[in-house]
């Protein structure tokens, strides 16, 4: 099966946050990828591929507003499509 539909390509700095000026919800209809340091992260909330960090949630930590606090933690990161 071949998908006919074109897949935007990916922008250097992406967000799963719809709140984030960073946030482009074209490409969460696909699955994508982010590898960080070679290895595939399933928890990323935030990217930048140029900068060379990635965002994931603290396990217990919240912030004001009861959302999760964000650590960064940085490396070779590059996203894909599934």
Not at 27 to 45: C, M
Request: glycine share 4%; proline share 7%.
């Amino acid at each position: 099966m071949t998908d006919t539909t074109a897949k935007p390509t990916l922008p250097d700095r992406l967000s799963v946050n719809p709140r984030s000026p960073h946030h482009v919800a074209e490409i969460f209809d696909h699955d994508i990828g982010i590898l960080l340091n070679s290895k595939e992260r399933f928890d990323v909330e935030e990217y930048c591929i140029s900068e060379g960090w990635v965002k994931v949630p603290s396990h217990k930590a919240l912030d004001r507003r009861g959302q999760p606090l964000m650590v960064t933690m940085k490396g070779t990161v590059e996203a894909f499509y599934k």
